[in-house]
């Protein structure tokens, strides 16, 4: 009788556990939503970079990961709870993470042969564009391009899906397919 129970409610606790990490990662991708929004407010409205300079670390920067850390109440807010491999990005001043964050608002504040940053008030579909998401952690990189990276950066951890935090504060969980167009990404996308 036992067994019978225990086979019947296992996968039950399973299919639970499962959908309380995936809530605590939606919290999590909302909390670095504030950070981030924290961030653009002390910055003139100016989004978080993906990276900007660091010239005396001998690093090609510092990440978002460690921008954002003055107003995050810790690092575990950058952990999935599915993610068992974080990872920091190498050659970069970062920390282990298992979001990404959109190329296309910020890839970088001072590096490379294009740097720039979006500011808020020039994008207006802050509820279409996706900020953060959960990220392929096997990738070694901040982020994602729609252009040069399609989804292929984007982690479906949670039951085939992932979580995704938008530009107006809001995370859902979506199929990967959901986002896999360029007005998820690109704020100047028609």
């Given at each position: 009788i036992i067994a019978v129970l225990f086979a019947?409610?296992?996968?039950v606790f399973s299919r639970a556990r499962a959908s309380a990490r995936s809530a605590a990662c939606v919290s999590q991708l909302s909390q670095l939503y504030k950070a981030a929004k924290?961030?653009?407010?002390?910055?003139?409205?100016?989004?978080?970079?993906?990276?900007?300079?660091?010239?005396?670390?001998?690093?090609?920067?510092?990440?978002?990961?460690?921008?954002?850390?003055?107003?995050?109440?810790?690092?575990?807010?950058?952990?999935?709870?599915?993610?068992?491999?974080?990872?920091?990005?190498?050659?970069?001043?970062?920390?282990?993470?298992?979001?990404?964050?959109?190329?296309?608002?910020?890839?970088?504040?001072?590096?490379?042969?294009?740097?720039?940053?979006?500011n808020m008030s020039s994008i207006n579909r802050v509820s279409d564009i996706v900020q953060f998401f959960d990220m392929d952690t096997r990738q070694d990189a901040m982020g994602a391009s729609y252009q040069s990276h399609r989804v292929s950066r984007v982690a479906a951890r949670h039951n085939e899906r992932a979580n995704f935090a938008f530009l107006d504060g809001h995370v859902k969980n979506l199929p990967v397919q959901s986002v896999d167009n360029v007005r998820s990404w690109n704020p100047f996308a028609p």
């Open positions: 019947i409610l296992f996968p924290m961030y653009s407010d002390d910055h003139d409205r100016t989004l978080v970079p993906a990276r900007t300079q660091a010239r005396s670390t001998g690093t090609q920067g510092i990440t978002w990961c460690v921008l954002l850390e003055p107003y995050m109440k810790g690092d575990q807010i950058l952990i999935c709870p599915e993610d068992d491999q974080p990872r920091a990005t190498a050659s970069s001043i970062c920390k282990p993470h298992s979001y990404g964050i959109n190329y296309l608002l910020s890839y970088n504040s001072a590096w490379g042969a294009y740097p720039f940053v979006l």
